[in-house]
């Protein structure tokens, strides 16, 4: 993995002008069959060669949220200002219809590490966008020259932010399960990448099956699951930064672990375990490996997932015949159903605002990706497919990737958004399972 090591600092923008009527937010309803793309103009940054590779990385990933429509560059009429100026005249970006211009420079600084200054302009209004907060100035961005696509990232998170009034998910990595090797001798390893697919690095050697790796909502540690033949199914808990890992216990007359999840202040792990025929679900603390079970009953309850308040876990249950998903407070009492459609419910999470619930969805041979509101109002199914399972959610509620099995067998990661009109295949090219979306890394 490259080195994420790397200094954000403001840049003072030269020439401020007073304050103007910036660009119109894009807004974003959650019930909105689709957003208009906002057209977006991101020449290539002017200074040194790797200048070209982060616009490119940047125009990539505002595309590919379905928010923005960069501008194909052989349209431009004019070439971008310095990055110190104000464009001279805003009507050659009019005439392709942009409503934003986005400018950077990337030069060496005197330790060797990258500058990039990067500037938003709004196309109609004529004036700056600022890309530090509360201000109208631009940024600027250091880092190892080998941490250029982590500025890239960085700078598609504040464009984002400031044209939407979300925050961005770009900065970010996915844990998922990657699979390799003929259907009958199948080699399963964890992997990591940042979010567009790039710099994938296996974290386990393939020597044992693995499961259900799940991030932390702070820190980048992850939990997840292994089944060697010598111990069963095991837990444990691994740190991305310093590679330590750590068995979180074994659990005498369980035989199996499932569904490992973080509560929202990293402290206890919630997840299902088998005894005695029947799934029920437990907390583990963290520093003192200290058990306490929630559920008693004789059926399957699986898939805990806590709410960001940590007030409340969702989870989904056979008790009433079929998989449904039920809601009950952090320490098991007050336990209720939420879902009463058609079908099957399984795999539900809350989204990190707390204001939706992802689940899969099975009809028949169809699988479905939907969300509801946490008291299990306003259900919608964003996508289906022969095969979709395992939602996790980007850390600003906005996009949501699964896992899409193919008729061939074959697994790929895809993503939806909100709305159920974007949906992109992960440009990762090789078969993978069971995402986790890593929390912002700045």
Known sequence: MTPRSFLVTLLAAVGLLTAAPALADITVDVNQAAVQPLPIAIPSFAGLPVGADISGVVTADLERSGLFRPIDPTTFRAQPPPIGNQPDSFDPWKAISAQALLVGQVSSGPDGRLVVDVRLWDVYAGQELGLAPNTHTGIRLTAQPDSWRTIAHQIADAVYEKLTGEKGYFDTRVVFVSESGPKTKRTYRLEIMDQDGANPSYITDGSAMVFSPRFSRRRQEITYMAMRPTTGAVIYLKSLETGREEVLGHFPGMTMTMAPRFSPDDDKVAFAAMKDGASNIYIMDLASHALRRLTYGLTIDTSPSFSPDGGQIVFNSDRDGTPELYVMNADGSDVRRISFG??????????????????????????????????????????????????????????????????????RLWTVDVTGHVQKQEPYPASGSDPAWSPLLH
């Open 342 to 411: 058609a079908g099957r419910y399984t795999a539900p999470v809350w989204s990190p605002d707390g204001k939706l619930i992802a689940f899969v969805k099975q009809e028949g041979a169809q699988f479905s990706i939907g969300v509801m509101a946490p008291d299990g109002s306003g259900e919608r199914i964003l996508t289906t497919s022969y095969f979709a399972d395992e939602p996790t959610w980007a850390p600003n509620s906005r996009v949501i990737m699964f896992e899409r099995k193919l008729a061939d067998g074959a697994s």
